[in-house]
């Protein structure tokens, strides 16, 4: 079955006046000309937008994680939602990042990925154990804060919950592929 774009993009002509505005605040906040991803069907909800893609600016570029860390939390969360846009988009920010591309395909294959950073093994356990098990042990805690701070631990949950609620929009509407994006991730058992 060919995917179907349930939502597609709105034209400039039929946006509300709020649609409009949101897609002017999203371009000057991004300093882009491109709308496209999970945007298209967040615009919707205009206002739903803004406070998200708010949220997504800070996680993504000025949380207290390096970036290597969070594309990695961004990848386990692509991942958990066999999300095959973010994977796309964040599977080559994470290699630019310094992600190992050992690591990367891992996490592509639902595997535990060996030879980890000691920065990544934590953060690794910490994202699966909380999307597994929606909480985290003692130890798993104890363990990310003492790498990451306070602070960092939750900029990673921040990261989980923006990009699953990414995931869950594009899933549900069913956003197609962009232009040279290919389908990277099977579908685990669960």
Same mark, same amino acid.
């Not at 929009?169 to 290919?182: F, I, Y």
């Given at each position: 079955m060919t995917p179907q774009d349930r939502m597609p993009p709105i034209p400039d002509a039929d946006m509300t006046k709020e649609q409009a505005a949101a897609v002017a605040d999203f371009k000057a906040t991004r300093n882009t000309t491109e709308f496209e991803g999970p945007f298209v069907p967040l615009l919707r909800s205009p206002e739903l937008l803004r406070r998200a893609q708010r949220v997504g600016e800070y996680v993504r570029y000025h949380c207290a994680l390096p970036s290597r860390l969070s594309e990695m939390a961004i990848l386990i969360a692509a991942r958990h939602w066999c999300q095959q846009y973010e994977w796309n988009v964040h599977a080559a920010t994470a290699t630019e990042a310094g992600l190992t591309a050992a690591v990367?395909? =891992?996490?592509?294959?639902? /595997?535990?990925? *060996?030879?980890? #950073?000691?920065?990544?093994? #934590?953060?690794?356990?910490?994202?699966?154990?909380l999307l597994r098990n929606q909480c985290v042990s003692d130890a798993t805690y104890a363990r990310a804060v003492a790498l990451f701070d306070e602070q960092g631990v939750i900029d990673a949950i921040g990261i989980l919950g923006y990009y699953q609620l990414l995931a869950m929009?594009?899933? *549900? =509407? /069913? *956003?197609?592929?962009? #232009?040279?994006?290919?389908s990277a991730l099977e579908r685990l058992p669960r």
């Open positions: 990367i395909d =891992a996490i592509a294959e639902g /595997r535990r990925p *060996t030879d980890m #950073a000691e920065d990544e093994t #934590a953060l690794h356990d910490f994202c699966l154990e929009v594009m899933n *549900t =509407a /069913r *956003t197609p592929l962009g #232009a040279g994006m290919v």
